[in-house]
């Protein structure tokens, strides 16, 4: 326990799950939020330990200056202007829920603030902090299959932002690059159980990598399925639902295997398993981020921010792209109008 305190901005679903950490590590938090349900269910289930706020603005200057973590789980349009206000007083270390930001004009100034100032800041992508990446190239070595060539996700009602931007950072951490150009084409249905003023969005994000490496994500609002993630390798394909993963090879001793147009489906599995199975001691990655932003190497943590600065400007060009149907390259500086554009994502 340490006896600082910790503010918690927003306290809809995920920000009811940072709460639950927040008070087993801090002996006071700070709870701002404009609901009225929130302040009943902190009065109900934590009156003595959480302070609510209805607005940073109720919220004294000395009370801000003591926060030692702030986590930001308000609604993703408001988290640049959120995170902005707080720098002001001091504080250095941050959790942000993701989307990170929805724009990428305040990716580049967000990005900016953290460097110049030194502070301390982790995005809550679960991917990351499961390591799941990693454990997926264990298992491809230990098969000697190759390294991963295409990725191609499918799901119903999971949205770009929600569901998608984790998939980008997989594969971002998988290909161990960032994508050269990408293309989006969305569309959105008022079914965003955050709010309908929020996007939900379906469509396809394609992003083309180095070597040729791709990234394909498509959902559609009007299913209901999970769906999963087919990884393929030169001869193999591997199938990711949730934690589970399963790998069919070809045939090794076929006929003609060195050419590779003489395409046929992988029929013998070679790996069938629970990516965590050895990890159930330390369920949940909020435990993990907490760790890090705590006890881990602000390194460590500065350079895990920039890959997911990166993840979040993959999913911005895709909307900017789907907005203004180009097909736009990562390294190319857009025109000020598309830096502004501001999505309603969250």
């Known amino acids: 326990m340490l006896n600082s305190s910790s503010l918690l901005i927003g306290c809809g679903s995920i920000g009811k799950r940072h709460l639950e950490h927040l008070v087993s590590i801090f002996t006071k938090v700070v709870v701002v939020d404009p609901n009225k349900d929130t302040a009943k269910y902190i009065a109900n289930k934590f009156p003595k ?6 607005s940073l603005n109720e919220c004294s200057t000395q009370e801000l200056q003591d926060i030692l973590l702030a986590v930001i789980a308000n609604w993703g349009p408001d988290h640049y202007q959120t995170f902005r206000k707080l720098t002001k007083f001091k504080i250095e270390n941050y959790i942000i829920e993701k989307p990170l930001v929805t724009s990428v004009s305040e990716l580049f100034k967000l990005e900016q603030i953290v460097f110049n100032e030194k502070l301390n800041v982790l995005v809550n992508q679960g991917w990351q902090d499961t390591n799941l ?8 070595n230990k098969l000697k299959i190759g390294r991963p060539v295409a990725i191609f996700v499918t799901g119903g009602a999971r949205c770009h932002s929600t569901a998608g931007s984790h998939f980008i950072h997989l594969a ?3 290909f161990e690059s960032s994508p050269i150009k990408v293309n989006g084409f969305f569309e959105s249905l008022p079914i965003n159980p955050r709010s309908n003023n929020l996007d939900y969005l379906d469509g396809n994000l394609f992003a083309l990598y180095d070597s ?10 009007l299913s209901s399925i999970s769906g999963e993630v087919q990884i393929y390798y030169k001869d193999c394909l591997g199938i990711l639902n949730e934690q589970h993963f399963v790998i069919f090879s070809r045939d090794k001793n076929r006929e003609f295997s060195e050419v590779i147009t003489r395409y046929g489906n992988p029929e013998i599995k070679i790996f069938e398993g629970d990516l965590f199975a050895q990890n159930k001691k330390n369920q949940g990655q909020l435990a993990g981020i907490y760790r890090s932003i705590l006890q881990g190497s602000k390194i460590d943590n500065l350079k895990s921010f920039k890959n997911h600065c990166q993840s979040n400007k993959v999913l911005l060009y895709g909307l900017i792209s789907n907005r203004t149907g180009r097909t736009l390259f990562l390294d190319q500086k857009l025109p000020l109008r598309f830096q502004k554009m501001k999505f309603k994502i969250s």
């Open 49 to 54: 330990k959480v302070v609510y706020r209805k």
């Open 133 to 140: 990446a990693n454990r997926l190239k264990v298992v491809a």
């Open 172 to 174: 971002n951490t998988i």
């Open 212 to 221: 040729g490496k791709k990234l394909s994500i498509n959902f559609t609002n």
